[in-house]
């Protein structure tokens, strides 16, 4: 009988990832995920603990791991632009904007100024559904509900304007190598226009509900602090960089399509904690809207697509072009063979980075802060895995 | 002094608590402003362009115009559309192309919207349709074209 306990207990303290559960330092493993809703996706987070403290957090990925990239390399490059809605489901425009960015670059088409205008305009109302979801899902992380629905009552706004120009809601595919696919509809200016007075409205009540909250303010400030060097160390990028006071907006130091000729502010916030990531997501959204505003007037006449030829051929060589999704930067990278598909595609995520300074944020903090600092990176899932 | 800051601290926490509450009462005495719909009751009347399922259009004649170029079967990232062909013997005693059988894989598609582009002559198009749920898989394997169908005159 003494003898089948030792085992038992032997058992349970060995661990499936090598080391031991409960071990001489007392230190405990504990699994969060992959089917846990605060993770947002199917990601496992094995986190060691010290009484309530963590000592380390290490995130298994693979789970839905759909070798994007590889299966890229079989379609052809007006077609593996698709794929790449399924990524970064979230910000999926400005995904297949990279993209034909690069097919375009490679192949040196010149697209209209009215087709720019469209692809900036549809980024940027991406963007704005994609920070409204975080924000929704960030208060719900923390036990606020009311603000989950309010942020989607203002981002099906946005969805029904992509659903009637672009056909669909989530995973857009609107835009092909030269231009866009298809015309605006025509109640585009009309919808965008009663949007930014709806948001306008709206916008400062998420503020008096969630920014101004002191529980909200004290679980965010001086949690998940990530300084300046460490982000850039990290490789992140984004608001969660800009959160540390990096300067790292793509739109800003490397201008595509018009964004050279818009007035808009790069938010910066200096205070390297939670809270400072989450300020710059809420005032990102107004920098969005101030975009939006200054073209929705101005959308230039002319055609919506370049002419290009049936079968794309990108010359032999190598082709890298980046942009600015909601959640950082999205680098895009073809080698080209001379054929209708390419040789191999890579692209930077911006999710896989952000994720990795989550060990060095949470050491020492404690484990119901951990969900705030997942909360303020904004991952999504199928973006790191891809 | 500490004892002043922690008794603004309490004042603080109280006014933000009411700020915020202030917008639950708002929605709680403001029933109009109800954004859900009972689903399959109630239908939204869903978008022109909405991308539900490809369809292949036909007139009162049970005409349609597709030549069998294959243009979507090649514009196709999931192999969706699998196109067959027979020869149709024409007045004259020529041999022509033309469609058999346009079988298309639902249960395949992403409605990515590639083979409407790539169709030379708007044969097909995409439909709102979007409740495909059945029980048996091979239900969703279509035949797009009508039975007795053929080729509008004057479309090559």
């Given at each position: 009988m003494q003898n089948q306990t030792d085992i038992l207990s032997t058992a349970q303290k060995v661990s499936p990832f090598g080391g031991d559960l409960e071990g001489a330092s007392g230190d405990m493993i504990i699994?969060?995920?992959?089917?846990?809703?605060?993770?947002?996706?199917?990601?496992?987070?094995?986190?060691?603990?010290?009484?309530?403290?963590?000592?380390?957090?290490?995130?298994?990925?693979?789970?839905?791991?759909r070798s994007i990239e590889k299966m890229c390399e079989s379609l052809?490059?007006?077609?593996?632009?698709?794929?790449?809605?399924?990524?970064?489901?979230?910000?999926?425009?400005?995904?297949?904007?990279?993209?034909?960015?690069?097919?375009?670059?490679?192949?040196?088409?010149?697209?209209?100024?009215?087709?720019?205008?469209?692809?900036?305009?549809?980024?940027?109302?991406?963007?704005?559904?994609?920070?409204?979801?975080?924000?929704?899902?960030?208060?719900?992380?923390?036990?606020?509900?009311?603000?989950?629905?309010?942020?989607?009552?203002?981002r099906e706004t946005i969805t029904d304007i992509m659903e009637d120009t672009c056909g669909a809601r989530l995973t857009m595919n609107y835009i092909v190598p030269g231009g866009v696919m298809a015309e605006l509809h025509p109640?585009?200016?009309?919808?965008?226009?009663?949007?930014?007075?709806?948001?306008?409205?709206?916008?400062?009540?998420?503020?008096?509900?969630?920014?101004?909250?002191?529980?909200?303010?004290?679980?965010?400030?001086?949690?998940?602090?990530?300084?300046?060097?460490?982000?850039?160390?990290?490789?992140?990028?984004?608001?969660?960089?800009?959160?540390?006071?990096?300067?790292?907006?793509?739109?800003?130091?490397?201008?595509?399509?018009?964004?050279?000729?818009?007035?808009?502010?790069?938010?910066?916030?200096?205070?390297?904690?939670?809270?400072?990531?989450y300020l710059v997501r809420v005032k990102e959204m107004y920098q969005s809207i101030s975009i939006i505003e200054q073209l929705i007037d101005n959308i230039p006449e002319g055609d919506f697509q370049a002419k290009t030829k049936a079968v794309l051929k990108l010359p032999k060589g190598e082709f890298y072009t980046r942009v600015e999704t909601a959640r950082g930067e999205l680098g895009v990278y073809i080698v080209s063979e001379g054929a209708t598909t390419p040789y191999r595609i890579k692209f930077r995520s911006p999710g896989f980075s952000n994720l990795s300074a989550l060990n060095h944020m949470a050491k020492g903090g404690k484990i119901g802060d951990l969900v705030a600092m997942m909360g303020t990176l904004d991952l999504v899932i199928p973006d790191i895995d891809r | 002094m500490s004892a002043i800051k922690y008794i603004k601290d309490i004042f603080g926490a109280v006014k933000s608590l009411l700020v915020g509450m202030k917008h639950t009462g708002y929605y709680f005495t403001h029933h109009k402003e109800i954004i859900t719909q009972n689903y399959p009751e109630e239908k939204q009347q869903l978008a022109e362009r909405f991308r539900g399922e490809v369809v292949m259009t036909h007139d009162s004649n049970n005409e349609h115009k597709c030549t069998g170029c294959t243009a979507c079967e090649l514009a196709c990232p999931n192999g969706t559309i699998k196109i067959v062909t027979k020869f149709e013997q024409t007045p004259e005693g020529k041999k022509k192309k033309a469609i058999d059988k346009f079988v298309y894989h639902l249960e395949l598609c992403t409605m990515c919207n590639l083979c409407v582009v790539a169709c030379p002559t708007d044969a097909i198009k995409m439909d709102q349709a979007f409740e495909h749920s059945v029980f048996d898989r091979s239900q969703l394997t279509k035949v797009l074209n009508k039975p007795g169908s053929k080729i509008m005159e004057g479309v090559e």
């Open positions: 699994n969060i995920g992959p089917q846990h809703p605060s993770t947002h996706g199917v990601l496992q987070l094995v986190v060691t603990l010290n009484g309530e403290t963590i000592k380390k957090v290490e995130p298994h990925l693979g789970f839905i791991h052809t490059y007006r077609q593996f632009i698709y794929v790449t809605s399924r990524m970064d489901y979230l910000s999926s425009h400005i995904n297949n904007h990279g993209c034909a960015l690069c097919v375009e670059k490679g192949m040196q088409i010149e697209v209209p100024e009215r087709a720019k205008v469209i692809r900036v305009l549809m980024d940027e109302l991406t963007r704005i559904a994609s920070h409204e979801l975080w924000w929704g899902a960030m208060a719900m992380d923390l036990g606020a509900f009311t603000p989950f629905f309010l942020s989607f009552r203002e109640d585009f200016q009309k919808k965008v226009k009663a949007f930014i007075k709806l948001f306008r409205e709206k916008a400062d009540q998420y503020n008096e509900l969630v920014t101004g909250n002191i529980i909200f303010q004290s679980r965010m400030k001086n949690v998940g602090v990530l300084s300046k060097e460490d982000a850039i160390s990290y490789g992140c990028t984004g608001p969660t960089a800009r959160g540390s006071g990096v300067n790292c907006d793509i739109r800003k130091l490397y201008p595509y399509e018009v964004y050279d000729k818009l007035k808009f502010d790069e938010v910066i916030e200096t205070g390297c904690d939670s809270f400072s990531r | -």
